[in-house]
């Protein structure tokens, strides 16, 4: 199960697209939102983003217990469902 922190870091991430403002957003520093997504990435043994300057999406292969319920394509899920 993942902690608060990280989830909060990978969804702002995500959101802001910048690990500057993630950081500003989350009341921390750009180290330790590098070092959270870095100790992640051990954790499942790969990337957890995939992105460029203007997007930041969770990699594909991050697994589907490490990823919010929303961004599993889970049945009823209307926003996947079309």
Not at 2 to 26: G, I, K, M, N, S
């Amino acid at each position: 199960m993942l902690e608060t922190l990280v989830v909060e870091v990978l969804l702002t991430l995500v959101e802001e697209l910048r690990f500057r403002r993630t950081a500003e957003r989350l009341h921390g520093t750009t180290r330790r939102i590098s070092q959270t997504i870095r100790n992640l990435e051990r954790r499942v043994g790969g990337p957890v983003l995939e992105g460029n300057s203007r997007k930041v999406t969770l990699d594909k292969q991050l697994p589907d217990d490490l990823r919010p319920a929303n961004d599993r394509g889970l049945p009823g899920d209307t926003a996947r469902d079309g």
